[in-house]
Each structure stands twice: as structure tokens, then as C-alpha cells.
């Protein structure tokens, strides 16, 4: 239920909220003489009656019994991992999409003969497709379920690899990468929402580490594969992509064997209706069917409630911003990567490739701080609840400046190039802790609105992914290396504050806005 909305068509407050409806229905479980066993589920309802006429009934509406194994909570670990590694999977393949289109620009160039901006508008609007569809999907997910949504647009993102394939000029190539952005934006946005539907908040940390190290070091491993593939006069900028369609088209085949649906309002919404069609009693609903708006206004809260999310709810508008600049540098590194190590370091595109591993591995270290902050958060989520996600985030606020600093001043032909690729991995670290804690974070406090508020964080990250690599060459070209990564660097110490601030005044914060209060009154409610 969109807290902005009060329909007409919604049953009254007491019959939608939960903690209300235990106390003014009696519940009960289906009784198999009545319901001959047609669900043959464990699945509750909550009871009903007639009216003084006997023309009206109350809804009985289907619930999950404690332990059931078809809610998505209740899924066996071995499943739960299984659909997180699926999901991790598609974001990895995302990531590395993003970057290794770079590394074949100069067998692309010569072959279609377009500019060097021209080739890297290639890459901003890989991330404003990723940016602006899941203003869209997210919250389509949320109320028509996740898996659909997985099947077609990888589909639609593999295809896109042939698109780019077999250009012959660079608007196909354009057009092709909005499109493979748009939907590959499903592994980014919808998978921190699945997380959060699968795993509770307890258990959510390292899961969500997976998906961050996926995003993150998925952006260096393409490149790697990239350059060597670029190196190679047989194969070039074609095949990377061939090759990145072949690995994609294998995945997407088991995808709907292996991607069950984790939505549980969706699932609950199925059991209802099969329970009307073999009972034909039309009672039987589940909870979402009386909150959901009409289409027109299901479209309408599809495509706003991310923005809403992002331009009135503080903590969303902070981490978009800080998450965002640090995502627009990363961009900036993938774009520049080249030219700083080519005419600095002398390097072929093989080994600029090779760099691109830094990237990864800071990931890596990512992961192993994230244990700690696990931890942690163990120990201080009954004091400080959802906001204990952010010891570790603080500390990367201050790793982010360093970081670049380091990368910046080492930009000297007579400093080995190892410390600029230390400077790489050590930003990627900060990068890692500060997208993983973003999300876990936001997943914590927006509970059944993760993929709008994460949709909408994506959005402000993915603008600006857009917009760096358009202006990261002229930059350089009049600031230089050092000075220009001295700038991105000051800028992040002025962002230094952002995670402080919520760790100590975090649920002051939240209550002060409409959705997380209402997910902070529902989990009080639930005894959470």
C-alpha cells in the first residue's frame, strides 16, 4: 500500500493493517470440508461475516501459517542461496557489460568509423537506460512479482548484444546500448528487492555483500576479459561481444527453471484466486487485491513512487547523492583508465585490461570488511537497529578521499604504476562498502518499498553514470590527471559527513517521513 494514497475502494484501516485485523477478525486456518482441500496449502485466512441483509461479506483473507515453505521467507537456505547466486549472477553480467565495451574502442573506431565521444556516448547511455527504466519495473515487481520480470528482460539484454554485434554504423550501437542498460537494469535495481524478500534483515548482510561484489567487480572483470580480447587481430571489439552473448544466453536458459518467484503479496494473490475457482466462494482474497490501485493509478505510482522516494525521503536523497558520485567516478576511472595508463605508464590495451583487476580485488577486501561489519551489526541491531548497518560505511567515507588521492598523485612516469592501481583497488573497496551498505540500508528501512527506494537511489547513481564519462575527457584535458582526480577527491571529503549523520540521528530522520515510518510502525507492530 502507497502511503501517499488513501482509495476509496480499500477496505477501512483496521481491515488492511495487520497488527489492527488480528485483533478485529477472527483467524483461522481453511477447513478442508469446506474448502476440499483445494489449496492444499498452510496458508491462514482471516474470517468474515454477513452484513444485517446478508447481501455483503467481509473478505476472508489468505495469509501465510508460521513456517510455511512456500513463503518466500521460509524457502530452504540451499533455495534462498540459489536465487541470491542467480541474481548476483545477471548483476555481475550487467556490470561487466558497462565496462568491457570500452576496451574494444579502437578496433571499433577504425571499423565504423565514429568519434572518440561518439563511442563513449555508448557508455552514458548504457547508464541512463540503466537509470531510468527501473522507474518503471520496480515497483511492477512489487506488485506483479519479480521472476516475469527476470525472463524478459534477459532476453531483451541478451539480443542486445547482438544488435551491437553486427552494427554497422554507431547509432545502432547506441540505440543497442540504452536498450541492453534499460534491461539490464533489472540486475541491479530488483535484486536488492529479492534479497529482501527472501532473507530476513538479520541475515540479510552477507547476501547483499554478494550482490555488491558482483556490481562492483563485475566492473573490472569485463575489462579484463575486454582487452586481451581487443589485443587479439582475430577477434576484436565484435567478439566481445559475441562472447558476452554466448555466456548471457546460457544463463538465461536456466533462469526459469531455476528463478522462482519471491514476492510473497504475489503468491498469496495466486493461492486466492485458485481458492475462488475451485471453492467458488469469492471471499477469499489476499490482502494486496483490496489495497491495489486502479491501472491507471498502478502506472502512476510505478513510475513515481521511485522519484517521490528519492526528492522527499531524506535518506534516500542522501545516499542517492553520495552513492551516486561515487558511482559517476567510477565511471570516470572506466573511461579513463586507458588514457591515464597508456600515456602515463606506456601501457597496450592488453595490459590496461590487466589493470582493471584492481578492481575486483578491492572488491574482494570489500567482502572480507563486510564480515566485520556483519559483526557488528549483530552486536549493536538491538540497540541501534537498521542503522547499525553503517560502522563500516563510515570508515569508507573516509577511504574514498584517500583513495583518490593516492590516484591522482601518482600519476608520474617516474612512480610505478602499481600505486595508481592500489589507488584503484582501495577506491573500489570504499565503493564496495559504501553501495553494499547503501543497500542493505535502504533494504532495512523501506521493507516492502526496497525496489522503489533502491530504483529511485539508482536513478540519481545512473544519472550521474551518464553524465561523468561525457565530460571526464575535457577535464582531464584541462585540469590533467592529478588535478582533475584532486577535484573528485575534495568533493568526497565534503560527502564525508553523510553516513556519520545518519548513524546518530537515523531514526529521528526516518520517522520524519511517510514511508519509513510506516515500515518503522509495521515492524513495531510485527514485534520485529
Known amino acids: 500500500m502507497d502511503p501517499r494514497f488513501s482509495l476509496s475502494s480499500r477496505p477501512r484501516t483496521s481491515e488492511l493493517d495487520l497488527s489492527a485485523h488480528i485483533g478485529h477478525h477472527h483467524r483461522?486456518?481453511?477447513?478442508?470440508?469446506?474448502?476440499?482441500?483445494?489449496?492444499?496449502?498452510?496458508?491462514?485466512?482471516?474470517?468474515?461475516?454477513?452484513?444485517?441483509?446478508?447481501?455483503?461479506?467481509?473478505?476472508?483473507?489468505?495469509?501465510?501459517?508460521?513456517?510455511?515453505?512456500?513463503?518466500?521467507?521460509n524457502y530452504s537456505r540451499r533455495k534462498k542461496w540459489l536465487i541470491t547466486a542467480m541474481g548476483a549472477f545477471f548483476t555481475l553480467s550487467s556490470a561487466a557489460t558497462a565496462g568491457a565495451y570500452n576496451l574494444g574502442f579502437g578496433t571499433m573506431l577504425q571499423d565504423i568509423k565514429a568519434t572518440q565521444l561518439e563511442a563513449t556516448a555508448g557508455l552514458s547511455l548504457y547508464a541512463l537506460g540503466f537509470g531510468v527504466t527501473p522507474l518503471i519495473t520496480s515497483s511492477f515487481s512489487e506488485e506483479l512479482g519479480r521472476r516475469p520480470l527476470y525472463i524478459g528482460s534477459g532476453i531483451i539484454y541478451t539480443l542486445m548484444y547482438l544488435m551491437v554485434a553486427l552494427a554497422k554504423n554507431i547509432e545502432t550501437i547506441l540505440i543497442a546500448r540504452f536498450i541492453q542498460?534499460?534491461?539490464?537494469?533489472?540486475?541491479?535495481?530488483?535484486?536488492?528487492?529479492?534479497?529482501?524478500?527472501?532473507?530476513?534483515?538479520?541475515?540479510?548482510?552477507?547476501?547483499?555483500?554478494?550482490?555488491?561484489?558482483?556490481?562492483?567487480?563485475?566492473?573490472?572483470?569485463?575489462?579484463?576479459?575486454?582487452?586481451?580480447?581487443?589485443?587479439?587481430?582475430?577477434?576484436?571489439?565484435?567478439?566481445?561481444?559475441?562472447?558476452?552473448?554466448?555466456?548471457?544466453?546460457?544463463?538465461?536458459?536456466?533462469?526459469?527453471?531455476?528463478?522462482?518467484?519471491?514476492?510473497?503479496?504475489?503468491?498469496?494473490?495466486?493461492?486466492?484466486?485458485?481458492?475462488?475457482?475451485?471453492?467458488?466462494?469469492?471471499?477469499?482474497?489476499?490482502?494486496?487485491?483490496?489495497?491495489?490501485?486502479?491501472?491507471?493509478?498502478?502506472?502512476?505510482?510505478?513510475?513515481?513512487?521511485?522519484?517521490?522516494?528519492?526528492?522527499?525521503?531524506?535518506?534516500?536523497?542522501?545516499?542517492?547523492?553520495?552513492?551516486?558520485?561515487?558511482?559517476?567516478?567510477?565511471?570516470?576511472?572506466?573511461?579513463?583508465?586507458?588514457?591515464?595508463?597508456?600515456?602515463?605508464?606506456?601501457?597496450?590495451?592488453?595490459?590496461?585490461?590487466?589493470?582493471?583487476?584492481?578492481?575486483?580485488?578491492?572488491?574482494?577486501?570489500?567482502?572480507?570488511?563486510?564480515?566485520?561489519?556483519?559483526?557488528?551489526?549483530?552486536?549493536y541491531y538491538p540497540v541501534r537497529g537498521a542503522d547499525a548497518r553503517l560502522y563500516s560505511a563510515c570508515g569508507a567515507s573516509i577511504l574514498f578521499p584517500i583513495a583518490m588521492f593516492i590516484y591522482a598523485w601518482c600519476a608520474y612516469p617516474s612512480i610505478t604504476w602499481v600505486a595508481q592501481a592500489i589507488g584503484i583497488g582501495l577506491f573500489t573497496t570504499a565503493a564496495f562498502v559504501i553501495y553494499n551498505g547503501v543497500f542493505s540500508y535502504l533494504a532495512d528501512c523501506y521493507g516492502p518499498f526496497a525496489s522503489s527506494a533502491l530504483a529511485g537511489q539508482s536513478l540519481a547513481r545512473n544519472l550521474m553514470g551518464f553524465a561523468f564519462p561525457l565530460f571526464t575527457t575535457q577535464m582531464f584535458d584541462a585540469l590533467g590527471y592529478r588535478w582533475g582526480n584532486t577535484l573528485f577527491a575534495l568533493v568526497a571529503v565534503a560527502m564525508m559527513p553523510i553516513p556519520f549523520i545518519l548513524l546518530f540521528r537515523g531514526p529521528t530522520i526516518r520517522r520524519s517521513s511517510k514511508f519509513s515510518r510506516m515500515v518503522m510502525e509495521q515492524q513495531a507492530a510485527a514485534g520485529k
Not at 469446506?34 to 468474515?48: L, P, Y
Not at 530476513?200 to 561484489?213: K, N, Q, T, W, Y
Open 181 to 379: 542498460g534499460a534491461a539490464g537494469s533489472t540486475g541491479s535495481t530488483m535484486v536488492g528487492g529479492t534479497i529482501a524478500d527472501i532473507w530476513p534483515a538479520s541475515e540479510r548482510g552477507i547476501p547483499m555483500a554478494l550482490f555488491s561484489v558482483a556490481a562492483m567487480g563485475g566492473s573490472g572483470l569485463g575489462p579484463v576479459a575486454a582487452g586481451w580480447i581487443e589485443m587479439n587481430p582475430h577477434l576484436g571489439w565484435r567478439w566481445i561481444q559475441w562472447i558476452q552473448m554466448i555466456i548471457s544466453g546460457v544463463f538465461f536458459c536456466v533462469v526459469p527453471f531455476v528463478m522462482s518467484e519471491t514476492r510473497s503479496p504475489v503468491l498469496l494473490t495466486r493461492a486466492a484466486k485458485k481458492i475462488r475457482k475451485e471453492t467458488g466462494d469469492q471471499r477469499y482474497r489476499a490482502r494486496i487485491e483490496d489495497e491495489r490501485a486502479s491501472l491507471r493509478e498502478l502506472i502512476y505510482i510505478s513510475c513515481t513512487r521511485p522519484i517521490y522516494l528519492l526528492c522527499n525521503e531524506p535518506i534516500v536523497m542522501a545516499f542517492s547523492a553520495w552513492v551516486g558520485f561515487a558511482w559517476g567516478i567510477l565511471y570516470c576511472l572506466i573511461e579513463s583508465i586507458n588514457g591515464v595508463f597508456t600515456n602515463v605508464h606506456g601501457f597496450n590495451i592488453g595490459q590496461v585490461g590487466s589493470v582493471f583487476a584492481a578492481m575486483p580485488i578491492g572488491a574482494g577486501i570489500g567482502w572480507l570488511l563486510n564480515l566485520y561489519q556483519e559483526s557488528l551489526y549483530r552486536k
Open 28 to 73: 483461522h486456518k481453511h477447513d478442508p470440508r469446506n474448502v476440499a482441500d483445494t489449496e492444499k496449502t498452510s496458508a491462514t485466512v482471516s474470517g468474515g461475516s454477513k452484513d444485517l441483509e446478508g447481501l455483503e461479506l467481509e473478505p476472508l483473507y489468505v495469509d501465510w501459517e508460521d513456517g510455511d515453505r512456500r513463503n518466500p521467507v
